[in-house]
């Protein structure tokens, strides 16, 4: 199993302008050197990808430092008015999309279903797909039985048109209790040892799944410098999707050299 520890940086919809997000972006390189062993994906809103590839490719050093999206559509091309492809992202220079985000389903009304259909055309392309899995509390609330199955259908049914091809495919899951979603629960994050439980439980579901699959699975949900250390010295814990600590530059490169020092 890869050690290397991966923390991926949500965005969201914020900065507001492109000096906000050329100004962050330029802060997370810095601390991306080649003395950091940890993976970082940058995953900003769409419309500042192009300009922050650029950047990426201007700076020259740091191949540990890559763009992600933060949804993309199912179809390639054509009449999907308002959608991103896959295709789009490969091309703009974006090399992970986020798939299922917990907001996503919320406000937009995204389902298992939508994200089976994102996450198999992300993957026919070549682009890594972060599949975003979590229970609410409504779910917690009956327990972490309750909470595993739930877990279980959101995960099995976006794998479910994975083809069993020769390819050896990346993908990444991030375990977020939406209830530990720092808009939801004003920053308290779920502790590391139940994390971890449900954590196990996905890889144990990934490892019987019959396809070919790389797979890395991270923790998310109010993610920050103080607790991060916490998480990460969990060998199963692969790493972290961090929302909005990922906004404020200083606490965020901490986060990536905690990820480091135990990668
Ligand atoms: P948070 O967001 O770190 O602000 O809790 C994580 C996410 O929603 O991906």
């Not at 810095?30 to 419309?47: D, H, M, N, W």
């Not at 740091?62 to 933060?70: D, E, F, I, T, Y």
């Not at 917690?140 to 083809?163: D, E, H, N």
């Not at 091809?165 to 375990?175: D, K």
């Amino acid at each position: 199993m890869e050690k290397t520890k991966i923390v991926i940086a949500n965005w969201k919809m914020c900065p507001v302008s492109i000096e906000g997000a050329k100004e962050l972006f330029s802060a997370v390189q810095r601390t991306c050197s080649p003395k950091i062993s940890a993976e970082v994906v940058v995953a900003p809103p769409f419309v500042y990808l192009t300009e922050l590839v650029r950047l990426a490719r201007s700076f020259g050093r740091g191949k540990n430092l890559r763009l992600g999206a933060q949804d993309c559509f199912w179809e390639q091309a054509g009449a999907y008015t308002g959608e991103v492809s896959p295709e789009i992202l490969k091309t703009l220079g974006a090399t992970h999309v986020l798939i299922g985000h917990s907001e996503r389903r919320r406000y937009l009304k995204e389902t298992d279903e939508m994200a089976q259909k994102k996450l198999a055309a992300a993957l026919r392309i070549g682009i890594i797909p972060i599949l975003c899995v979590g229970e609410d509390k409504s779910v917690r609330r009956k327990g972490l039985a309750s909470a595993k199955q739930f877990v279980k259908k959101q995960l099995l049914t976006a794998l479910r048109s994975v083809s069993q091809s020769g390819t050896r495919h990346e993908l990444l899951v991030a375990y977020e209790p939406v209830w530990a979603i720092s808009s939801v629960s004003g920053g308290k994050s779920d502790t590391p040892e139940e994390a971890v439980a449900m954590i196990l439980w996905i890889k144990q579901l990934l490892g019987a799944h019959p396809f070919r699959l790389a797979t890395r699975v991270l923790y998310g949900g109010s993610v920050n410098m103080k607790n991060a250390a916490g998480f990460m010295e969990l060998e199963a814990i692969d790493g972290a999707l961090v929302g909005d600590a990922s906004l404020r530059a200083q606490e965020f490169c901490v986060i990536v050299k905690i990820a480091s020092s135990f990668s």
